[in-house]
Protein backbone atom coordinates (compact mmCIF):
# COMPACT_ATOMS: atom_id res chain seq x y z
CA UNK A 1 0.00 0.00 0.00
CA UNK A 2 2.75 2.65 1.30
CA UNK A 3 4.95 1.66 -2.28
CA UNK A 4 1.97 1.97 -4.34
CA UNK A 5 1.02 5.46 -2.66
CA UNK A 6 4.78 6.52 -3.31
CA UNK A 7 5.28 5.12 -6.65
CA UNK A 8 1.93 7.62 -7.19
CA UNK A 9 2.52 10.78 -5.53
CA UNK A 10 6.89 10.87 -7.41
CA UNK A 11 4.60 10.39 -10.70
CA UNK A 12 2.06 12.78 -10.18
CA UNK A 13 4.96 15.31 -9.29
CA UNK A 14 7.19 14.02 -12.10
CA UNK A 15 4.26 14.53 -14.58
CA UNK A 16 3.94 18.44 -13.34
CA UNK A 17 1.92 18.16 -10.35
CA UNK A 18 -1.49 19.68 -9.17
CA UNK A 19 -1.21 22.34 -11.40
CA UNK A 20 -1.16 19.74 -14.86
CA UNK A 21 -2.27 16.33 -13.28
CA UNK A 22 -5.86 15.73 -12.86
CA UNK A 23 -5.77 13.35 -9.37
CA UNK A 24 -8.39 11.34 -8.79
CA UNK A 25 -7.35 9.41 -5.55
CA UNK A 26 -8.53 8.29 -2.16
CA UNK A 27 -6.25 10.69 -0.53
CA UNK A 28 -7.07 14.17 0.93
CA UNK A 29 -3.98 16.01 0.70
CA UNK A 30 0.30 15.71 0.30
CA UNK A 31 3.14 17.16 1.32
CA UNK A 32 4.90 19.56 -0.91
CA UNK A 33 8.67 21.16 -0.72
CA UNK A 34 8.18 24.27 0.62
CA UNK A 35 9.42 27.11 -2.50
CA UNK A 36 12.49 27.68 0.04
CA UNK A 37 13.57 24.42 -0.86
CA UNK A 38 13.59 23.75 3.03
CA UNK A 39 11.37 21.12 4.42
CA UNK A 40 7.78 20.09 3.42
CA UNK A 41 4.25 21.52 3.94
CA UNK A 42 1.25 19.62 4.24
CA UNK A 43 -1.11 20.71 1.24
CA UNK A 44 -4.91 19.80 1.37
CA UNK A 45 -6.47 18.83 -2.18
CA UNK A 46 -9.51 20.96 -2.09
CA UNK A 47 -9.68 24.77 -2.19
CA UNK A 48 -12.13 26.75 -0.85
CA UNK A 49 -14.65 26.58 -4.05
CA UNK A 50 -14.29 22.92 -4.08
CA UNK A 51 -15.46 20.56 -0.90
CA UNK A 52 -13.10 17.42 -0.16
CA UNK A 53 -16.33 15.21 -1.39
CA UNK A 54 -16.19 17.25 -4.62
CA UNK A 55 -12.72 17.31 -5.61
CA UNK A 56 -12.38 14.09 -7.93
CA UNK A 57 -15.41 15.35 -9.62
CA UNK A 58 -14.16 18.12 -10.19
CA UNK A 59 -10.64 16.84 -11.38
CA UNK A 60 -12.57 14.52 -13.48
CA UNK A 61 -14.16 17.40 -15.05
CA UNK A 62 -10.77 19.53 -15.89
CA UNK A 63 -9.47 16.43 -17.83
CA UNK A 64 -12.61 15.73 -19.72
CA UNK A 65 -12.54 19.38 -20.79
CA UNK A 66 -9.24 19.66 -21.61
CA UNK A 67 -7.34 21.52 -19.22
CA UNK A 68 -5.27 19.01 -17.89
CA UNK A 69 -4.09 16.17 -20.05
CA UNK A 70 -3.07 14.08 -17.61
CA UNK A 71 -4.94 11.44 -15.20
CA UNK A 72 -3.93 9.45 -12.41
CA UNK A 73 -6.73 7.63 -10.86
CA UNK A 74 -6.41 5.20 -7.63
CA UNK A 75 -8.53 2.09 -7.24
CA UNK A 76 -10.08 3.39 -3.70
CA UNK A 77 -11.08 7.13 -6.02
CA UNK A 78 -11.98 5.52 -9.31
CA UNK A 79 -15.28 3.55 -8.63
CA UNK A 80 -17.90 4.92 -11.19
CA UNK A 81 -15.34 7.27 -13.11
CA UNK A 82 -15.20 7.68 -16.78
CA UNK A 83 -12.86 9.10 -18.29
CA UNK A 84 -13.30 7.44 -22.30
CA UNK A 85 -12.60 9.84 -25.33
CA UNK A 86 -16.19 11.03 -25.05
CA UNK A 87 -17.97 12.61 -28.40
CA UNK A 88 -19.70 14.84 -26.05
CA UNK A 89 -16.35 16.16 -23.94
CA UNK A 90 -13.84 18.70 -25.23
CA UNK A 91 -10.71 16.33 -24.60
CA UNK A 92 -11.57 13.53 -27.47
CA UNK A 93 -8.01 13.42 -28.09
CA UNK A 94 -6.98 9.55 -27.55
CA UNK A 95 -6.46 8.18 -24.32
CA UNK A 96 -2.84 6.06 -23.80
CA UNK A 97 -3.66 4.19 -20.11
CA UNK A 98 -1.09 3.04 -18.16
CA UNK A 99 -1.21 0.87 -15.44
CA UNK A 100 1.46 1.21 -12.37
CA UNK A 101 0.46 -1.34 -10.66
CA UNK A 102 -2.02 -3.99 -12.32
CA UNK A 103 -5.24 -5.49 -8.77
CA UNK A 104 -4.38 -9.05 -8.13
CA UNK A 105 -7.33 -9.95 -10.05
CA UNK A 106 -8.32 -10.06 -13.89
CA UNK A 107 -11.87 -9.25 -13.12
CA UNK A 108 -10.69 -5.91 -11.29
CA UNK A 109 -8.59 -5.41 -14.04
CA UNK A 110 -10.63 -5.87 -16.69
CA UNK A 111 -12.80 -2.90 -14.48
CA UNK A 112 -10.04 -0.63 -14.18
CA UNK A 113 -9.79 -0.85 -17.81
CA UNK A 114 -13.08 -0.04 -18.57
CA UNK A 115 -12.92 3.69 -17.46
CA UNK A 116 -11.03 4.54 -20.76
CA UNK A 117 -12.75 2.36 -22.80
CA UNK A 118 -16.72 2.97 -22.74
CA UNK A 119 -19.40 3.30 -25.44
CA UNK A 120 -20.21 6.89 -27.18
CA UNK A 121 -16.02 7.04 -27.33
CA UNK A 122 -14.00 8.86 -30.46
CA UNK A 123 -11.57 6.22 -30.08
CA UNK A 124 -10.42 3.48 -28.29
CA UNK A 125 -8.09 3.92 -25.66
CA UNK A 126 -4.29 2.18 -25.91
CA UNK A 127 -3.43 0.19 -22.84
CA UNK A 128 -0.07 -0.03 -21.14
CA UNK A 129 0.61 -2.61 -18.79
CA UNK A 130 3.62 -1.73 -16.83
CA UNK A 131 5.49 -3.95 -14.37
CA UNK A 132 9.11 -5.03 -13.06
CA UNK A 133 10.28 -8.27 -14.03
CA UNK A 134 9.64 -9.70 -10.15
CA UNK A 135 7.87 -12.91 -10.27
CA UNK A 136 4.57 -11.69 -8.64
CA UNK A 137 4.13 -8.72 -11.21
CA UNK A 138 5.58 -10.11 -14.41
CA UNK A 139 3.44 -13.41 -14.04
CA UNK A 140 0.42 -11.34 -13.24
CA UNK A 141 0.84 -9.34 -15.88
CA UNK A 142 0.72 -12.22 -18.57
CA UNK A 143 -2.04 -13.49 -16.79
CA UNK A 144 -4.09 -10.05 -17.58
CA UNK A 145 -2.64 -9.82 -20.91
CA UNK A 146 -4.20 -13.27 -21.72
CA UNK A 147 -7.06 -12.52 -20.76
CA UNK A 148 -7.52 -9.26 -22.56
CA UNK A 149 -6.36 -10.98 -25.66
CA UNK A 150 -9.38 -13.40 -24.98
CA UNK A 151 -11.47 -10.91 -24.74
CA UNK A 152 -9.99 -9.35 -28.07
CA UNK A 153 -10.59 -13.22 -29.05
CA UNK A 154 -14.25 -11.97 -28.72
CA UNK A 155 -14.31 -8.98 -31.18
CA UNK A 156 -11.65 -11.39 -34.09
CA UNK A 157 -13.66 -14.82 -34.18
CA UNK A 158 -11.58 -17.33 -32.17
CA UNK A 159 -7.65 -17.56 -30.93
CA UNK A 160 -8.19 -20.66 -28.64
CA UNK A 161 -7.99 -18.09 -25.96
CA UNK A 162 -5.68 -19.82 -23.78
CA UNK A 163 -6.34 -21.38 -19.91
CA UNK A 164 -8.81 -20.79 -17.44
CA UNK A 165 -9.66 -17.40 -16.90
CA UNK A 166 -11.24 -16.96 -13.60
CA UNK A 167 -9.23 -19.91 -11.90
CA UNK A 168 -6.27 -17.36 -12.02
CA UNK A 169 -7.47 -14.91 -10.19
CA UNK A 170 -4.75 -15.30 -7.31
CA UNK A 171 -7.44 -13.94 -4.93
CA UNK A 172 -10.24 -16.89 -5.37
CA UNK A 173 -10.97 -19.76 -3.05
CA UNK A 174 -7.89 -21.88 -4.70
CA UNK A 175 -5.33 -19.25 -4.37
CA UNK A 176 -6.28 -18.80 -0.48
CA UNK A 177 -5.92 -22.61 -0.34
CA UNK A 178 -2.43 -22.49 -2.24
CA UNK A 179 -1.69 -20.32 0.63
CA UNK A 180 -2.46 -21.67 3.14
CA UNK A 181 -0.71 -25.08 2.24
CA UNK A 182 1.91 -23.30 1.35
CA UNK A 183 2.58 -21.40 5.23
CA UNK A 184 1.99 -24.47 6.42
CA UNK A 185 4.76 -26.04 4.71
CA UNK A 186 6.87 -23.19 5.19
CA UNK A 187 6.42 -23.74 8.95
CA UNK A 188 6.91 -27.51 8.83
CA UNK A 189 3.03 -28.35 9.84
CA UNK A 190 3.33 -30.49 7.05
CA UNK A 191 4.94 -31.22 4.00
CA UNK A 192 5.09 -29.08 0.71
CA UNK A 193 3.16 -30.82 -1.99
CA UNK A 194 5.82 -29.66 -5.09
CA UNK A 195 9.33 -29.17 -4.84
CA UNK A 196 9.81 -25.76 -3.89
CA UNK A 197 11.82 -23.53 -6.75
CA UNK A 198 15.38 -24.12 -6.88
CA UNK A 199 15.61 -27.08 -4.91
CA UNK A 200 15.63 -30.91 -5.58
CA UNK A 201 14.07 -33.72 -4.37
CA UNK A 202 17.32 -35.74 -4.28
CA UNK A 203 18.58 -33.37 -2.03
CA UNK A 204 17.28 -32.72 0.86
CA UNK A 205 19.18 -30.33 2.26
CA UNK A 206 18.38 -27.84 -0.49
CA UNK A 207 14.55 -27.78 0.50
CA UNK A 208 15.54 -27.43 3.90
CA UNK A 209 17.70 -24.46 3.33
CA UNK A 210 14.94 -22.96 1.38
CA UNK A 211 12.55 -23.61 4.24
CA UNK A 212 14.98 -21.81 6.71
CA UNK A 213 15.37 -18.81 4.28
CA UNK A 214 11.45 -18.61 3.47
CA UNK A 215 10.52 -18.73 7.25
CA UNK A 216 13.19 -15.47 7.90
CA UNK A 217 11.69 -14.01 5.00
CA UNK A 218 8.30 -14.27 6.39
CA UNK A 219 9.44 -12.97 9.61
CA UNK A 220 10.72 -10.05 8.16
CA UNK A 221 7.71 -8.74 6.81
CA UNK A 222 5.79 -9.46 9.72
CA UNK A 223 3.55 -12.66 8.30
CA UNK A 224 5.51 -15.00 10.74
CA UNK A 225 4.84 -13.29 14.60
CA UNK A 226 6.36 -14.13 17.98
CA UNK A 227 9.22 -16.06 16.46
CA UNK A 228 11.55 -17.95 19.14
CA UNK A 229 14.69 -18.71 18.42
CA UNK A 230 15.05 -22.80 19.85
CA UNK A 231 17.95 -23.73 21.75
CA UNK A 232 19.44 -27.29 22.60
CA UNK A 233 19.13 -29.89 19.50
CA UNK A 234 17.07 -27.48 17.20
CA UNK A 235 19.34 -24.53 18.23
CA UNK A 236 18.90 -21.86 15.88
CA UNK A 237 15.75 -23.16 14.74
CA UNK A 238 12.97 -20.01 14.36
CA UNK A 239 9.52 -21.27 15.04
CA UNK A 240 6.27 -18.91 15.56
CA UNK A 241 3.24 -18.28 14.63
CA UNK A 242 0.98 -17.00 11.52
CA UNK A 243 -2.27 -15.54 12.50
CA UNK A 244 -5.56 -16.99 11.52
CA UNK A 245 -6.46 -13.55 9.76
CA UNK A 246 -2.86 -13.70 7.74
CA UNK A 247 -3.51 -17.23 6.86
CA UNK A 248 -5.58 -16.77 4.21
CA UNK A 249 -4.89 -13.25 3.06
CA UNK A 250 -3.53 -13.99 -0.38
CA UNK A 251 -3.77 -10.18 -0.86
CA UNK A 252 -1.20 -9.28 2.12
CA UNK A 253 0.96 -12.00 0.98
CA UNK A 254 1.34 -10.75 -2.50
CA UNK A 255 1.89 -6.75 -1.67
CA UNK A 256 4.16 -7.67 1.14
CA UNK A 257 6.17 -10.08 -0.52
CA UNK A 258 7.05 -6.73 -3.18
CA UNK A 259 9.06 -5.81 -0.38
CA UNK A 260 11.37 -8.53 -0.43
CA UNK A 261 14.87 -9.35 -1.89
CA UNK A 262 14.44 -10.34 -5.61
CA UNK A 263 15.40 -14.13 -5.43
CA UNK A 264 13.53 -14.99 -2.16
CA UNK A 265 10.55 -13.11 -3.73
CA UNK A 266 10.36 -14.72 -6.62
CA UNK A 267 10.84 -18.08 -5.00
CA UNK A 268 8.13 -17.24 -3.09
CA UNK A 269 6.07 -16.49 -5.40
CA UNK A 270 6.62 -19.26 -7.60
CA UNK A 271 6.50 -21.64 -5.07
CA UNK A 272 2.73 -20.59 -4.27
CA UNK A 273 1.77 -20.29 -8.00
CA UNK A 274 2.87 -24.27 -8.43
CA UNK A 275 0.58 -25.17 -5.38
CA UNK A 276 -1.95 -23.19 -7.00
CA UNK A 277 -1.32 -24.83 -10.46
CA UNK A 278 -1.47 -28.14 -8.43
CA UNK A 279 -4.61 -27.39 -6.79
CA UNK A 280 -6.59 -26.39 -10.18
CA UNK A 281 -5.01 -29.13 -12.09
CA UNK A 282 -6.41 -31.27 -9.50
CA UNK A 283 -10.02 -29.98 -9.19
CA UNK A 284 -9.62 -30.07 -12.76
CA UNK A 285 -9.27 -33.83 -12.66
CA UNK A 286 -12.19 -33.62 -10.52
CA UNK A 287 -14.54 -32.11 -12.52
CA UNK A 288 -15.41 -29.48 -10.32
CA UNK A 289 -13.45 -26.84 -11.93
CA UNK A 290 -15.03 -24.18 -14.23
CA UNK A 291 -12.74 -23.52 -16.46
CA UNK A 292 -12.16 -20.57 -18.71
CA UNK A 293 -14.10 -20.93 -21.88
CA UNK A 294 -16.68 -24.09 -22.43
CA UNK A 295 -17.72 -25.73 -25.49
CA UNK A 296 -21.19 -25.82 -26.10
CA UNK A 297 -21.58 -29.21 -27.93
CA UNK A 298 -24.49 -30.91 -29.24
CA UNK A 299 -25.45 -33.71 -32.35
CA UNK A 300 -27.16 -30.17 -34.10
CA UNK A 301 -26.34 -26.75 -33.70
CA UNK A 302 -28.45 -24.40 -35.77
CA UNK A 303 -28.67 -20.85 -35.63
CA UNK A 304 -32.02 -19.41 -35.17
CA UNK A 305 -33.61 -16.44 -37.48
CA UNK A 306 -30.77 -13.74 -37.83
CA UNK A 307 -28.52 -12.19 -35.26
CA UNK A 308 -29.67 -9.00 -33.85
CA UNK A 309 -26.97 -5.99 -33.23
CA UNK A 310 -28.07 -5.31 -29.92
CA UNK A 311 -24.87 -2.23 -29.14
CA UNK A 312 -22.54 -0.37 -31.74
CA UNK A 313 -19.00 1.44 -30.99
CA UNK A 314 -19.55 4.36 -32.94
CA UNK A 315 -16.11 4.89 -33.21
CA UNK A 316 -14.83 1.51 -34.73
CA UNK A 317 -18.34 0.37 -36.05
CA UNK A 318 -17.98 -2.48 -34.49
CA UNK A 319 -20.91 -3.62 -32.83
CA UNK A 320 -22.03 -6.64 -30.02
CA UNK A 321 -24.62 -9.19 -31.44
CA UNK A 322 -27.05 -11.34 -29.86
CA UNK A 323 -27.15 -14.93 -31.48
CA UNK A 324 -29.67 -17.37 -30.47
CA UNK A 325 -29.17 -21.07 -31.60
CA UNK A 326 -31.25 -24.44 -31.20
CA UNK A 327 -29.77 -27.19 -29.90
CA UNK A 328 -30.56 -30.58 -30.11
CA UNK A 329 -28.33 -32.70 -28.38
CA UNK A 330 -30.61 -36.05 -28.19
CA UNK A 331 -29.54 -39.33 -29.61
CA UNK A 332 -31.69 -41.29 -31.83
CA UNK A 333 -32.27 -45.24 -31.07
CA UNK A 334 -30.71 -46.05 -34.50
CA UNK A 335 -27.49 -44.15 -33.60
CA UNK A 336 -26.91 -45.48 -30.11
CA UNK A 337 -27.35 -48.81 -31.10
CA UNK A 338 -24.77 -48.31 -33.56
CA UNK A 339 -22.64 -46.99 -31.11
CA UNK A 340 -22.86 -50.21 -29.15
CA UNK A 341 -22.64 -52.37 -32.45
CA UNK A 342 -19.72 -50.90 -33.20
CA UNK A 343 -17.92 -51.31 -29.82
CA UNK A 344 -19.10 -54.94 -30.12
CA UNK A 345 -17.44 -55.18 -33.30
CA UNK A 346 -13.97 -53.82 -32.51
CA UNK A 347 -14.11 -56.36 -29.79
CA UNK A 348 -13.49 -53.25 -26.97
CA UNK A 349 -16.73 -54.19 -25.66
CA UNK A 350 -17.00 -55.29 -21.71
CA UNK A 351 -19.46 -57.63 -20.53
CA UNK A 352 -21.26 -54.57 -18.72
CA UNK A 353 -21.79 -52.48 -21.95
CA UNK A 354 -25.27 -52.56 -23.15
CA UNK A 355 -29.04 -50.47 -22.20
CA UNK A 356 -30.14 -50.31 -19.03
CA UNK A 357 -33.02 -49.05 -17.31
CA UNK A 358 -33.02 -46.84 -14.11
CA UNK A 359 -34.26 -49.24 -11.01
CA UNK A 360 -36.60 -46.21 -9.78
CA UNK A 361 -39.41 -44.05 -11.28
CA UNK A 362 -38.52 -40.40 -11.20
CA UNK A 363 -41.80 -38.15 -11.25
CA UNK A 364 -43.39 -41.33 -12.73
CA UNK A 365 -41.16 -41.91 -15.47
CA UNK A 366 -38.16 -44.76 -15.53
CA UNK A 367 -35.08 -43.73 -17.88
CA UNK A 368 -32.78 -45.13 -20.28
CA UNK A 369 -29.55 -45.09 -20.72
CA UNK A 370 -27.05 -46.95 -22.82
CA UNK A 371 -23.34 -47.76 -20.63
CA UNK A 372 -19.91 -48.39 -21.77
CA UNK A 373 -16.92 -49.14 -20.56
CA UNK A 374 -14.45 -46.21 -21.01
CA UNK A 375 -10.48 -45.76 -21.77
CA UNK A 376 -10.12 -45.74 -18.15
CA UNK A 377 -10.99 -48.74 -17.07
CA UNK A 378 -13.32 -50.19 -14.52
CA UNK A 379 -16.07 -46.20 -15.50
CA UNK A 380 -18.36 -46.11 -17.46
CA UNK A 381 -19.30 -43.88 -19.86
CA UNK A 382 -23.01 -42.92 -20.16
CA UNK A 383 -25.25 -41.63 -23.26
CA UNK A 384 -28.52 -40.67 -22.48
CA UNK A 385 -31.95 -40.16 -25.54
CA UNK A 386 -32.33 -36.68 -24.53
CA UNK A 387 -29.16 -35.18 -23.77
CA UNK A 388 -26.68 -37.57 -25.30
CA UNK A 389 -22.78 -38.44 -23.42
CA UNK A 390 -22.57 -37.19 -20.35
CA UNK A 391 -19.55 -35.55 -18.61
CA UNK A 392 -19.17 -37.57 -15.62
CA UNK A 393 -18.33 -41.27 -15.62
CA UNK A 394 -20.02 -43.71 -13.50
CA UNK A 395 -18.20 -46.55 -11.67
CA UNK A 396 -20.19 -50.14 -12.36
CA UNK A 397 -21.23 -50.11 -8.76
CA UNK A 398 -23.10 -46.60 -9.48
CA UNK A 399 -24.01 -48.08 -12.12
CA UNK A 400 -25.00 -51.19 -11.55
CA UNK A 401 -27.08 -49.61 -8.17
CA UNK A 402 -29.14 -47.21 -10.21
CA UNK A 403 -29.42 -49.26 -13.53
CA UNK A 404 -30.76 -52.19 -14.36
CA UNK A 405 -29.23 -53.92 -17.83
CA UNK A 406 -32.04 -55.08 -20.22
CA UNK A 407 -31.46 -57.93 -22.07
CA UNK A 408 -34.85 -57.58 -24.86
CA UNK A 409 -33.21 -54.77 -27.06
CA UNK A 410 -36.36 -53.93 -27.91
CA UNK A 411 -37.75 -53.12 -24.37
CA UNK A 412 -34.63 -50.57 -24.53
CA UNK A 413 -35.92 -49.50 -28.05
CA UNK A 414 -39.63 -48.74 -26.84
CA UNK A 415 -38.02 -47.03 -23.77
CA UNK A 416 -35.16 -44.99 -25.66
CA UNK A 417 -37.62 -43.56 -28.43
CA UNK A 418 -40.25 -42.75 -26.34
CA UNK A 419 -38.11 -40.70 -23.98
CA UNK A 420 -36.26 -39.34 -26.65
CA UNK A 421 -39.77 -38.22 -28.45
CA UNK A 422 -40.89 -36.80 -24.70
CA UNK A 423 -37.69 -34.52 -24.11
CA UNK A 424 -38.26 -32.58 -26.78
CA UNK A 425 -41.10 -30.93 -25.16
CA UNK A 426 -40.19 -30.72 -22.20
CA UNK A 427 -37.64 -30.68 -19.20
CA UNK A 428 -37.02 -33.82 -16.73
CA UNK A 429 -39.08 -32.52 -14.17
CA UNK A 430 -42.26 -32.48 -16.20
CA UNK A 431 -45.27 -30.14 -17.44
CA UNK A 432 -45.70 -29.07 -14.08
CA UNK A 433 -41.72 -27.83 -13.73
CA UNK A 434 -41.57 -24.53 -11.26
CA UNK A 435 -39.08 -23.06 -13.05
CA UNK A 436 -41.30 -23.38 -16.31
CA UNK A 437 -40.27 -22.68 -19.77
CA UNK A 438 -36.68 -21.68 -19.06
CA UNK A 439 -36.12 -25.05 -17.23
CA UNK A 440 -33.45 -26.45 -19.36
CA UNK A 441 -32.73 -30.00 -17.19
CA UNK A 442 -32.77 -32.96 -19.33
CA UNK A 443 -34.40 -30.79 -22.27
CA UNK A 444 -33.27 -32.14 -25.91
CA UNK A 445 -34.53 -29.53 -27.93
CA UNK A 446 -32.37 -25.97 -26.19
CA UNK A 447 -32.43 -22.40 -26.90
CA UNK A 448 -28.81 -21.23 -26.24
CA UNK A 449 -28.08 -17.34 -26.53
CA UNK A 450 -24.44 -15.88 -26.74
CA UNK A 451 -23.65 -12.09 -27.18
CA UNK A 452 -20.37 -12.17 -29.56
CA UNK A 453 -18.59 -9.46 -31.49
CA UNK A 454 -17.34 -6.48 -29.53
CA UNK A 455 -17.60 -7.26 -26.18
CA UNK A 456 -14.97 -5.24 -23.52
CA UNK A 457 -17.16 -2.09 -23.94
CA UNK A 458 -20.23 -3.60 -22.92
CA UNK A 459 -18.97 -6.13 -20.26
CA UNK A 460 -19.79 -4.13 -17.06
CA UNK A 461 -23.23 -3.63 -18.52
CA UNK A 462 -23.84 -7.18 -18.80
CA UNK A 463 -22.29 -8.50 -15.55
CA UNK A 464 -24.52 -5.57 -14.19
CA UNK A 465 -27.81 -7.06 -15.86
CA UNK A 466 -26.93 -10.81 -14.38
CA UNK A 467 -26.11 -10.06 -11.57
CA UNK A 468 -29.96 -9.03 -10.58
CA UNK A 469 -30.97 -12.76 -11.71
CA UNK A 470 -32.68 -14.77 -9.12
CA UNK A 471 -30.37 -17.81 -9.75
CA UNK A 472 -26.92 -18.16 -8.62
CA UNK A 473 -25.34 -19.70 -11.61
CA UNK A 474 -26.79 -17.11 -14.00
CA UNK A 475 -25.27 -15.08 -11.98
CA UNK A 476 -21.65 -15.24 -13.45
CA UNK A 477 -20.30 -14.43 -16.92
CA UNK A 478 -19.24 -17.41 -18.58
CA UNK A 479 -17.03 -17.08 -21.93
CA UNK A 480 -18.54 -20.12 -24.24
CA UNK A 481 -17.55 -21.25 -27.77
CA UNK A 482 -19.89 -22.76 -29.93
CA UNK A 483 -19.62 -24.04 -33.29
CA UNK A 484 -22.88 -24.94 -35.95
CA UNK A 485 -23.08 -28.61 -37.45
CA UNK A 486 -24.36 -27.91 -40.79
CA UNK A 487 -21.93 -24.87 -41.64
CA UNK A 488 -19.44 -24.50 -39.14
CA UNK A 489 -19.90 -21.48 -38.15
CA UNK A 490 -17.98 -20.77 -34.95
CA UNK A 491 -19.12 -18.39 -32.45
CA UNK A 492 -17.28 -17.15 -29.49
CA UNK A 493 -19.15 -15.14 -26.83
CA UNK A 494 -20.67 -14.57 -23.34
CA UNK A 495 -23.48 -16.69 -22.32
CA UNK A 496 -26.92 -15.42 -21.70
CA UNK A 497 -29.06 -17.15 -19.43
CA UNK A 498 -32.41 -17.82 -21.15
CA UNK A 499 -34.15 -15.90 -18.24
CA UNK A 500 -31.75 -13.02 -18.69
CA UNK A 501 -31.64 -12.06 -22.19
CA UNK A 502 -34.59 -9.95 -21.43
CA UNK A 503 -32.98 -7.72 -18.89
CA UNK A 504 -29.61 -7.62 -20.75
CA UNK A 505 -31.17 -6.48 -23.95
CA UNK A 506 -32.99 -3.67 -21.36
CA UNK A 507 -29.96 -3.04 -19.70
CA UNK A 508 -27.75 -2.07 -23.55
CA UNK A 509 -30.99 -0.49 -24.32
CA UNK A 510 -31.84 -2.37 -27.32
CA UNK A 511 -34.55 -1.27 -29.29
CA UNK A 512 -36.63 -3.52 -31.49
CA UNK A 513 -35.68 -2.80 -35.45
CA UNK A 514 -38.30 -1.03 -37.58
CA UNK A 515 -38.39 -4.18 -39.98
CA UNK A 516 -39.00 -6.62 -37.19
ZN1 LIG B 1 -37.76 -28.42 -14.98
Known amino acids: MLLSLLTMHVTFMQLGGPEKVSEITGRRGMLVRAASG ?3 TYQARNTKDVTMEMVNMHEKQLFMDGKKLVAIISEAGSAGVSLQADRRATNQKRRVHLTLELPWSADRAIQQFGRTHRSNQASAPEYRLLFTNLGGERRFASIVAKRLASLGALTQGDRRAGPSLSAYNYDSAYGKRALVVMYKGIMEQDSLPVVPPGCSSEKLETIQDFIVKAK ?6 GIVRDTVLANGKDSGKLSGRIVDSDMHDVGRFLN ?3 GLPPDIQNRLFELFISILDLLIQNARIEGNLDSGIVDIKANVIELQGTPKTVHEDQMSGASTVLFTFTLD ?3 TWESASTMLDEKQKDGLSS ?3 GFYESRREWLGRRHFILAFESSASGMYKIVRPAVGESIREMTLSELKNKYRKLSSLEKARSGWEDEYEVSSKQCMHGPNCKLGDYCQTGRRIQEVNVLGGIILPVWGTI ?6 QARQSHKRLRVVRIETTADNRRIVGLLVPNAAVESVLQELGW ?5 D
Open 329 to 331: RGV
Open 351 to 353: AND
Open 511 to 515: VQDID
Open 463 to 468: EKALSK
Open 256 to 258: RIL
Open 38 to 40: KGV
Open 216 to 221: AALVSV
